[in-house]
T-cell receptor
């Protein structure tokens, strides 16, 4: 049972344009969402997160949007740069606070930025 | 950001032997660490939650006698794959949650059992 889904396994975007990565979830108990970037044979790198009490969080070129009623979140990267090429995972947790929590990951989207 | 160090980065072992993977939080204390496993082209799957000073909590379907977890201190958790088989070959990643920020991951360990 895949509780967090990333339906696009891959995405190609021209350099300088906006990259939009989508993520859907089914567990209504999820309260905190995170996006990670991952290169092959490396651990995921934290990018940005959002609590369920917000609908938008922005950090530099990265913005995450949360539509709780639709159980959907998206990551916007603008402008896209060649160094953004990687696999992006969204993750969700039932714990809205800090401390102990476990993450449920999506299947990942491979983003390729075309120079 | 916080640093989580995982060692070794890769290891090759023979079937039937045991392999230990270490996960350290270098600049913060982590009462809880998590161990994940990733198969090729698949998502990261949580294997177990490692709690300092107590027994680990395993996810359904994960053999606790095969994947031994020890969280002996606030900065170190270890995963030991016992009696390794080729099907245990995978990418193992640990993480620790840094209060107020997102979870930080180690570099991962590529295990190949031959």
């Amino acid at each position: 049972d895949q509780q967090v889904k990333q339906n696009s396994p891959s995405l190609s975007v021209q350099e300088g344009r906006i990259s939009i990565l989508n993520c859907d979830y089914t567990n209504s108990m999820f309260d905190y969402f995170l996006w990670y970037k991952k290169y092959p044979a490396e651990g995921p790198t934290f990018l940005i997160s959002i609590s369920s009490i917000k609908d938008k969080n922005e950090d530099g070129r990265f913005t995450v949007f949360l539509n709780k009623s639709a159980k959907h979140l998206s990551l916007h990267i603008v402008p896209s740069q060649p160094g953004d090429s990687a696999v992006y995972f969204c993750a969700a947790s039932e714990d809205p606070g800090f401390g102990n929590e476990k993450l449920t990951f999506g299947t990942g989207t491979r983003l390729t930025i075309i120079p | 950001g916080a640093v989580v160090s995982q060692h070794p980065s890769w290891v090759i072992c023979k079937s039937g032997t045991s392999v230990k993977i270490e996960c350290r939080s270098l600049d913060f204390q982590a009462t809880t660490m998590f161990w994940y496993r990733q198969f090729p082209k698949q998502s990261l799957m949580l294997m177990a939650t490692s709690n300092e000073g107590s027994k680990a909590t395993y996810e359904q379907g994960v053999e606790k006698d095969k994947f031994l977890i020890n969280h002996a201190s606030l900065t170190l958790s270890t995963l030991t794959v016992t009696s390794a088989h080729p099907e245990d070959s995978s990418f193992y990643i640990c993480s620790a949650r840094y209060p107020g920020e997102g979870a930080f991951f180690g570099q991962g360990t590529r295990l190949t059992v031959v």
